[in-house]
């Protein structure tokens, strides 16, 4: 019996030692808990933290700021060379050519067809070119002027002329250099095009369509507007060798075309200037209003440029 009772005050000794033990391994893991739950919130947790690193961070990039400006207000300040105007940038031979030009002044059309002769730095014979700002907005069909004319003088080019029919003998009486719907085929098909123009009848043209991309850009594709998709073969071609050329505004409303060369007289220049002209001022479109011109220019094709009255048209 006494071992008995022994053996019990052991087992609730033991009893209590654990209980004991599990008490104070719970008060211990208390203050964990609520150390967990104080850093869902307020100075200890994530997001707290994060603010207070983005603010350091923030302190930091305005110091070094501040320390940037202060190295560059400690250089010395380099004074910016100013830009030279485009006379002085220009080549030697065009400076001496522009100063026959002055810039203040607007000129008769006799008075710079005359100069213009003289304003070629080149040694080759240059082009003369007429640039024509019309108060026309091109996004308007009827304001896309847009027509051909013979040059009465020419345009001192020659010129190689293809014909896309088989009506035509190629014996010369016509004046074309090539003719023949199946030599000019062949030709394309190779991606050759040797001719400046290309003149066809509108039976022929659907032919040419598969071509459009090859002639398109090159500014080859026949075309009514342009005069050369007529029933006329004869005259067209005659036109053509002649001197006939094609204007259109670009997307800023100007027109621009060669009238001619430096080694044409200034009386053939007069004519062909005079012709283009008379050409643009009979296109002005019933809804311009206002003035219909606002500049006109003479120049060579590097030379400077001779500002013409607007009187002259």
């Known amino acids: 019996m006494v071992k008995a009772s022994d053996k019990s005050k052991e087992d609730a000794a033991n009893t209590a030692e654990e209980k004991s033990e599990i008490s104070t391994t719970e008060e211990s893991d208390q203050p964990d808990q609520t150390s967990a739950a104080l850093a869902k919130a307020g100075k200890r947790s994530a997001k707290a933290q994060a603010e207070a690193e983005a603010r350091e961070a923030k302190e930091a990039r305005k110091v070094l700021s501040d320390e940037e400006k202060a190295e560059a207000a400690a250089r010395p300040k380099q004074t910016a060379k ?13 400076r001496e050519a522009a100063k026959l030009v002055d810039r203040t002044k607007t000129y008769s059309l006799k008075e710079a067809v005359d100069l213009v002769k003289k304003t070629s730095p080149v040694k080759f014979d240059a082009s003369v ?6 108060n026309v907005d091109p996004r308007h069909a009827d304001q896309n002027i847009r027509d051909n004319l013979v040059l009465p003088a020419g345009t001192g080019k020659t010129v190689s002329v293809a014909v896309f029919d088989d009506e035509i003998k190629n014996d010369g009486s016509q004046g074309a250099d090539i003719t023949g719907v199946e030599t000019i085929t062949k030709l394309l098909d190779k991606g050759e095009l040797n001719f400046d123009i290309l003149i066809a009848t509108p039976a022929q043209m659907p032919k040419l369509g598969k071509y459009a991309r090859l002639l398109g850009p090159r500014g080859l594709m026949p075309n009514p507007k342009s005069g050369t998709v007529t029933t006329d073969i004869a005259k067209a071609v005659r036109e053509a060798k002649a001197g006939r050329v094609e204007y259109r505004v670009d997307s800023t409303g ?18 062909n200037v005079q012709a283009v002209l008379a050409s ?19 120049s060579t094709s590097m030379g400077p440029s001779i500002s013409i009255a607007i009187s002259e048209v």
């Open 82 to 94: 100013p830009t030279r105007p485009r006379v002085e940038r220009q080549g030697k031979k065009f």
């Open 129 to 134: 070119e007429v640039h024509i700002n019309l």
């Open 254 to 271: 100007i027109v621009h075309l060669p009238v001619g060369k430096v080694s044409f007289s200034a009386a053939d220049l007069l004519q």
């Open 280 to 298: 643009v001022k009979g296109n002005k479109p019933a809804s311009v209003k206002a003035s219909y011109v606002k500049a006109i220019h003479l």
